[in-house]
């Protein structure tokens, strides 16, 4: 079973970044590209085993391969945001690991706290902006995972009136279970960018610490 980075797409899109974030200092470059190659092969891995095309050339088809790297953003954008915040800003720097997990603490609590009769939306309001507040002033995390971090954290705003919409329809009337399976299914993606950032902080505390 092949890797989704072996993929020739996924190969030309990551040597194009490498090529034009040529002026970034070694480390920082590889930390990008190690960011890429997990977001990549996370948003691939259930695509494994298809061959959509039928020819045998790869396991993925190019198709859902190119959906994936539009969603990523072309070489050009990721290394022009990569270049300007390399200088205007210091690389991102490890932090505490109490403090990191705070901040993905409140990132994934909105949506639980709906379940709270009476004050669980405003509350799951206050620890969203609580959440966002404190991402966007934490060193571990550049400016790219950061707006991605944040449609994580704000994406329950379109999901959960979405799905419960759909599961209105499709039971005849919104219910309480429905409307506790619509958020429990937003959760996903905040749970998803929690663990992304998660990750990315733990790997440059390492390399600190090294």
Same mark, same amino acid.
């Given at each position: 079973?092949s890797?989704?980075?072996?993929h020739?797409?996924?190969?030309?899109?990551?040597?194009?970044v490498?090529?034009?974030?040529?002026?970034?200092?070694?480390?920082w470059?590889?930390?990008?590209?190690?960011?890429?190659?997990?977001?990549?092969?996370?948003?691939?891995?259930?695509?494994?085993?298809?061959?959509?095309?039928?020819?045998?050339?790869?396991?993925?088809?190019?198709?859902?391969?190119?959906?994936?790297?539009?969603?990523?953003?072309?070489?050009?954008?990721?290394?022009?945001?990569?270049?300007?915040?390399?200088?205007?800003?210091?690389?991102?720097?490890?932090e505490?690991?109490?403090?990191?997990?705070?901040?993905?603490?409140?990132? @994934? #609590?909105? $949506?639980? &706290?709906? +379940?709270?009769?009476?004050?669980?939306?405003?509350?799951?309001? =206050? !620890?969203? %902006?609580?959440?966002?507040?404190?991402?966007?002033?934490s060193?571990?995390?550049?400016?790219?995972?950061?707006?991605?971090?944040?449609?994580?954290?704000?994406?329950?705003?379109?999901?959960?009136? @979405? #799905?419960? $919409?759909? &599961?209105? +329809?499709?039971?005849?009337?919104?219910?309480?279970p429905?409307? =506790? !399976?619509? %958020?429990?299914?937003?959760?996903?993606?905040?749970?998803?960018?929690?663990?992304?950032?998660a990750?990315?902080?733990?790997?440059?505390?390492?390399?600190?610490?090294a």
């Amino acid at each position: 079973m092949s890797s989704p980075l072996s993929h020739p797409l996924v190969r030309t899109f990551l040597s194009s970044v490498e090529r034009q974030t040529a002026a970034l200092p070694a480390a920082w470059r590889e930390e990008l590209l190690e960011d890429l190659r997990e977001e990549i092969a996370a948003a691939l891995a259930d695509d494994l085993g298809e061959d959509p095309a039928g020819d045998g050339d790869s396991a993925i088809g190019a198709e859902r391969v190119r959906q994936v790297l539009d969603w990523i953003g072309t070489p050009e954008e990721i290394a022009a945001d990569a270049l300007a915040e390399e200088s205007g800003s210091l690389p991102p720097e490890p932090e505490d690991a109490g403090a990191t997990w705070v901040t993905l603490g409140l990132a @994934v #609590l909105p $949506v639980p &706290l709906c +379940l709270v009769p009476g004050v669980g939306i405003p509350l799951g309001l =206050v !620890a969203a %902006l609580g959440a966002l507040v404190r991402l966007w002033r934490s060193a571990p995390w550049a400016r790219r995972e950061k707006r991605q971090a944040t449609l994580f954290v704000l994406s329950p705003l379109v999901t959960v009136p @979405v #799905l419960a $919409v759909a &599961l209105s +329809l499709a039971f005849d009337g919104i219910s309480a279970p429905s409307f =506790v !399976a619509s %958020l429990l299914i937003a959760l996903t993606l905040p749970v998803v960018g929690a663990i992304r950032l998660a990750r990315s902080a733990a790997r440059l505390r390492e390399q600190a610490g090294a």
